[in-house]
């Protein structure tokens, strides 16, 4: 079946680190590859997507890279911001389908 | 940017009891979605309405569940006789017609059934 794994949080990072959340995904065929960001009291918001093998997704510092291979869309950011705590959702859409799989979502939090 | 609202933002109920979540969808959107998430666990697919019929369902959306978009702009999840294991965030999506077009969501209803 259809699934979406994503690392477990929170995690916690001083302002101006790295981040990386890992998502792992299971499909059949070619998914389309998400990213959605949910801030306290709102619902999840798209960060980014990617719909195809090597493609690149990005928005606001933020990018993912779909691997095929590994069957993983890790999210990254080169210098995170008190702004950027939130929920993380790593999701999949299965080809040819209206259907969208998150996974847990992964907590981050950046102290200043 | 316009929004999907939800309304209640929180709703207690006792178990047995039904109860009616509500949302207002987008309203040039075409496909509507129900998801919950269990504390501490996955967002997880209830249902998803196009042109006024259910198009797909999970393995969780079973009789005591229905959907509904009454008048055009609300869409509505019932649950019939709530169990302790309803309670949970329930969060509605819509999105335009076309694959790979993102979801919109409200911010989502806790449900907590006593």
């Known amino acids: 079946g259809n699934s979406v794994t994503q690392m477990e949080g929170p995690v916690t990072l001083s302002e101006e680190a790295f981040l990386t959340i890992n998502c792992t995904y299971t499909?059949?065929?070619?998914?389309?590859l998400f990213w959605y960001v949910q801030y306290p009291g709102e619902g999840l918001q798209l960060l980014l997507k990617a719909t195809k093998a090597d493609d690149k997704g990005s928005n606001k510092g933020f990018e993912a890279t779909y691997r095929k291979e590994t069957t993983s869309f890790h999210l990254e950011k080169g210098s995170v911001q008190v702004s950027d705590s939130a929920v993380y959702f790593c999701?999949?859409?299965?080809?040819?389908?209206?259907?969208?799989?998150f996974g847990t979502g992964t907590r981050l939090k950046v102290l200043a | 940017e316009p929004e999907v609202t939800q309304t209640p933002s929180h709703q207690v109920t006792q178990m047995g009891q039904e109860v009616i979540l509500r949302c207002v969808p987008i309203s040039n959107h075409l496909y509507f979605y129900w998801y919950r998430q269990i504390l501490g666990q996955k967002v997880e697919f209830l249902v998803s309405?196009?042109?006024?019929?259910?198009?797909?369902k999970s393995e969780i959306f079973d009789d005591q569940f229905s959907v509904e978009r009454p008048d055009g702009s609300n869409f509505t999840l019932k649950i019939r006789s709530t169990k302790l294991e309803d309670s949970a965030m329930y969060f509605c999506?819509?999105?335009?017609?076309?694959?790979?077009?993102?979801?919109?969501f409200g911010s989502g209803t806790q449900l907590s059934v006593l």
């Open positions: 309405f196009y042109n006024n019929e259910i198009s797909e």
């Open positions: 499909a059949t065929g070619y998914p389309s």
């Open positions: 999701a999949l859409s299965p080809s040819g389908t209206y259907k969208y799989i």
């Open positions: 999506a819509s999105r335009m017609t076309g694959f790979v077009e993102k979801l919109f």
